[in-house]
């Protein structure tokens, strides 16, 4: 039998409905994998063996009484965004130490609800706040690949680093995830694992940490497109409790894969070629077109003009919903308190010593585009600059074109303690070139590995769809997934 731990979650569907194994049997490889690797590769921050047996002895009971969830005794991470029932829950922040959330989010709870069983939560950006997993207070994933005849320690991309990591060296089936600027398609990408962000409104964001609440959505990093296809409709739900959740039905995105791409119009946007971008990136980019061209698809030049104000506009947006989100970690709702002589001197020593230099820095910039006076030079216009995005897709969209092709990052993975990128933060806000755009619009976009680079690290392409039309973006992907392959680094650790 195949080792336990490297099957896909359709794979492992297929085994448990077999009775080739149990989901205990299942759980417990991949918490004795954990445990080998989670000293190293650190993509785990809190594991949690009693509960993972427990829900996984209640799985299987419920298939010997033939009661059988989408997900049915499939081991997952979960991001440290996403409240989980009496289990740690802090966005990898000191300020929220100790904080076990008495309610569970909507996401994880549908998983749950699917059958799924909880391994524990995954490593992340503090609040989701970065591009390398190294914000955390808990400290860098390392990212399970490494250049060929390197050692040098690579990071998996962030902010869910963890979950990229934990997916791509199989500690986990699947993870969730959230994107507010990429933080799930960058991390897959730098990983050779895939990544979804749905539509804004597809997936709950109740019980969902909040960073910039216009812009977060959850999502799956997954081993492959299908897996990424069940866990989203697993996850995918309207929510009273969350009104920016759509009520439209959730598809079978599974069902869509294999179809063909026939009269399909795939966009590629000029505005994408950046300066500086490696050659083999824009090779990759080539190789990408031929694939859907050879699968039926038709290819169409499009422009995205405001492409280069998104960036910006972003780090503008985000900050400005950070700095208020964040406001309520006062020292006196939830976790870390440091006392001081009166409560205004509480707050600010709690603040000083809970939020690391990252989530500073935004709240800063988000308290400052905000004050009266800057709001209409920085926050006002930065809202009117999204909006022109989203027109420039829209005028995509109504054109005719079902999706566009782009990649997913500029580099490969970069090493840990970058100097280069350590010393200037808008350096690492460039790793948002190519998928902030998406959030700015609130579209669906997915990153599917497509190749290795030179130094055998994965490179991954971006597509981007209609509002709601998930499923093409899945379709697609697959026909990149079958030419391209899968990547699955080699085992160090
Ligand atoms: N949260 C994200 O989507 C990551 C993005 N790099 C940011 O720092 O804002």
């Known amino acids: 039998m195949t080792e336990l731990t490297s099957l896909t979650i359709a794979e492992a569907r297929e085994k448990l409905k077999a009775k080739e194994f149990t989901s205990v049997e299942l759980t417990k490889a991949y918490l004795d994998a954990i445990d080998a690797a989670n000293g190293v590769l650190n993509a785990y921050i809190a594991v949690t063996p009693e509960k993972a047996l427990e829900m996984a002895k209640a799985s299987d009971a419920r298939r010997a009484a033939g009661k059988i969830g989408a997900l049915e005794g499939i081991p997952l991470g979960i991001k440290?965004?996403?409240?989980?029932?009496?289990?740690?829950?802090?966005?990898?922040?000191?300020?929220?130490?100790?904080?076990?959330?008495?309610?569970?989010?909507?996401?994880?709870?549908?998983?749950?609800?699917?059958?799924?069983?909880?391994?524990?939560?995954?490593?992340?950006?503090?609040?989701?706040?970065?591009?390398?997993?190294?914000?955390?207070?808990?400290?860098?994933?390392?990212?399970?690949?490494?250049?060929?005849?390197?050692?040098?320690?690579?990071?998996?991309?962030?902010?869910?680093?963890?979950?990229?990591?934990?997916?791509?060296?199989?500690?986990?089936?699947?993870?969730?995830?959230?994107?507010?600027?990429?933080?799930?398609?960058?991390?897959?990408?730098?990983?050779?694992?895939?990544?979804?962000?749905?539509?804004?409104?597809?997936?709950?964001?109740?019980?969902?940490?909040?960073?910039?609440?216009?812009?977060?959505?959850?999502?799956?990093?997954?081993?492959?497109?299908?897996?990424?296809?069940?866990?989203?409709?697993?996850?995918?739900?309207?929510?009273?409790?969350?009104?920016?959740?759509?009520?439209?039905?959730?598809?079978?995105?599974?069902?869509?894969?294999?179809?063909?791409?026939k009269g399909m119009k795939i966009g590629i946007p000029k505005e994408y070629r950046v300066?500086?971008?490696?050659?083999?990136?824009?090779?990759?980019?080539?190789?990408?077109?031929?694939?859907?061209?050879?699968?039926?698809?038709?290819?169409?030049?499009?422009?995205?003009?405001?492409?280069?104000?998104?960036?910006?506009?972003?780090?503008?947006?985000?900050?400005?919903?950070?700095?208020?989100?964040?406001?309520?970690?006062d020292g006196v709702r939830y976790g870390l308190r440091v006392d001081g002589k009166d409560i205004i001197d509480m707050y600010e020593k709690t603040r000083a010593a809970g939020f690391g230099q990252e989530v500073k820095r935004r709240i800063m910039i988000g308290t400052y585009v905000l004050s009266a006076g800057y709001y209409d030079a920085y926050y006002l216009r930065a809202q009117k600059v999204r909006t022109l995005i989203k027109r420039d897709f829209e005028q995509v969209f109504e054109a005719g074109v079902d999706a566009i092709l782009t990649p997913a990052t500029p580099s490969s993975a970069f090493g840990v303690a970058d100097e280069n990128l350590a010393s200037d933060p808008v350096k690492m806000y460039l790793n948002d070139i190519f998928t902030v755009t998406v959030n700015m619009a609130g579209l669906p976009g997915i990153a599917v590995p497509a190749g290795l680079d030179h130094k055998g690290l994965p490179l991954g392409l971006q597509l981007i769809g209609r509002p709601f039309e998930e499923e093409t973006l899945f379709r697609t992907a697959h026909v990149i997934e079958q030419a391209a392959g899968k990547y699955t680094p080699a085992q160090w650790w």
């Open 275 to 329: 300066d500086g971008m490696p050659e083999e990136i824009e090779a990759l980019w080539s190789q990408g077109i031929d694939w859907l061209k050879d699968a039926g698809a038709e290819i169409v030049d499009i422009t995205l003009p405001h492409t280069k104000y998104a960036l910006p506009a972003y780090y503008i947006v985000a900050p400005a919903e950070a700095s208020s989100n964040l406001a309520r970690y």
């Open 80 to 261: 440290d965004l996403f409240a989980t029932r009496d289990v740690h829950t802090q966005a990898c922040s000191h300020i929220l130490d100790g904080f076990q959330p008495k309610y569970e989010s909507t996401v994880s709870q549908n998983l749950w609800d699917d059958g799924a069983v909880m391994l524990g939560k995954l490593n992340m950006d503090e609040f989701a706040m970065g591009s390398s997993n190294e914000t955390s207070h808990y400290g860098a994933v390392i990212n399970p690949w490494r250049a060929k005849g390197s050692n040098q320690q690579l990071v998996p991309g962030g902010s869910s680093g963890g979950s990229a990591a934990a997916v791509a060296a199989h500690l986990c089936a699947g993870a969730t995830a959230t994107d507010t600027g990429g933080s799930i398609r960058q991390p897959a990408a730098f990983t050779g694992t895939v990544g979804i962000k749905p539509t804004y409104g597809r997936c709950s964001r109740w019980g969902i940490v909040a960073f910039a609440s216009s812009l977060d959505q959850a999502g799956p990093i997954a081993r492959d497109v299908r897996d990424a296809a069940i866990m989203l409709k697993s996850m995918a739900s309207v929510d009273l409790k969350d009104t920016t959740s759509v009520d439209l039905p959730v598809p079978d995105y599974e069902a869509s894969l294999g179809q063909s791409l």
